[in-house]
């Protein structure tokens, strides 16, 4: 049982929103995490092939995969003013591989990592990129041997994130950035709707990051917290669904409650989208215990 909070060593107690669901909240940083989940069951969660049944219907079908590498431009567009063309770039959660197939089409030296088996075969055997079948802590990831990395949607299945950050923030040279994607737990929609919010997923999303708790573990993890923003997730959309009436009242209630028609806000959009970096000076990580 964690007493403290895992990204910012705050004192928590239990979610008042989320309550019975067994998740506490940091008093002051605002993070919010399932305490009853450890490390090995996480794992056997993807290892053990809880998705695999769900390639299909995540990943490979045709339209699903046209909407997976759509994602990935999406976000290539967003790391690209941090991340030259030819960067060593590894995915973490890679799945399919989508991401890292248009990464590579951009001209980055991409490769991934990704726990689910039949994610990363599908990855190498179909779109024929290279996608390891590990986890990121099993993946023997080398000192200082990348210029990017990028983890897009896995923070919030991992128990000990500021652990996974530690990781991968030795595996980048000094200078190196990483760039994170997750539902903004913070966000209008997910504080009005509490225990309803679709993105909660409490048997997976073990963490609920909001800006200040998502910077507060990459700087604990030893990272230079460029940017935290929340960003809508209208570029994610098709055209029809972007036009359909849920989504536009969806998109209406937004710009009332935070009186903006911009597509990021500091903190009250749907997803959170990060950068950190990992200082160019040499100096150790701050260890996750400290
Ligand atoms: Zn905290």
Redesign the pocket.
């Known amino acids: 049982m964690f007493e403290i909070?895992?990204?910012?060593?705050?004192a928590?107690q239990t979610s008042a929103l989320l309550a019975p669901l067994p998740f506490v909240t940091?008093?002051?940083?605002?993070?919010t995490f399932r305490v009853d989940r450890a490390e090995e069951d996480v794992h056997a969660i993807y290892e053990e092939g809880a998705y695999s049944g769900a390639l299909a219907t995540l990943y490979s079908d045709p339209a699903t995969l046209r909407n997976r590498r759509r994602d990935a431009r999406v976000r290539l567009d967003f790391i690209a003013p941090h991340a030259p063309r030819g960067a060593r770039l590894l995915d973490v959660g890679a799945a399919g591989g989508a991401f890292v197939e248009q990464a590579i089409a951009r001209g980055y030296a991409a490769e991934g990592v990704e726990p689910t088996p039949e994610f990363a075969a599908f990855a190498r055997d179909s779109l024929g990129v290279p996608v390891r079948a590990t986890t990121v802590e099993q993946a023997g990831l080398e000192e200082a041997s990348l210029d990017v990395v990028t983890i897009w949607h896995v923070l919030e299945h991992i128990p000990d994130p500021v652990d996974v950050l530690g990781l991968l923030l030795t595996a980048l040279r000094p200078g190196g950035a990483i760039a994170i994607e997750v539902p903004n737990a913070g966000g209008h929609l997910a504080l009005s709707q509490g225990r309803e919010w679709a993105s909660l997923q409490p048997e997976v999303h073990v963490n609920q990051f909001g800006p200040?708790?998502l910077a507060?573990a990459l700087e604990r993890a030893g990272f230079e917290v460029v940017d935290v923003s929340s960003v809508t997730v209208t570029p994610y959309l098709r055209r029809g669904q972007r036009l359909q009436p849920g989504q536009v009242v969806h998109r209406l209630r937004g710009v009332q409650k935070l009186r903006t028609v911009s597509s990021t806000h500091p903190h009250g959009h749907e997803l959170l989208r990060a950068i950190g970096r990992r200082p160019a000076a040499a100096q150790p990580a701050a260890s996750a215990s400290s």
Not at 5 to 10: Q, S, Y
Request: aromatic content about 6%; overall charge positive; hydrophobic content about 20%.
């Open positions: 909070c895992r990204t910012c060593g705050g928590v940091c008093e002051r940083c605002g993070f200040r708790s507060a």
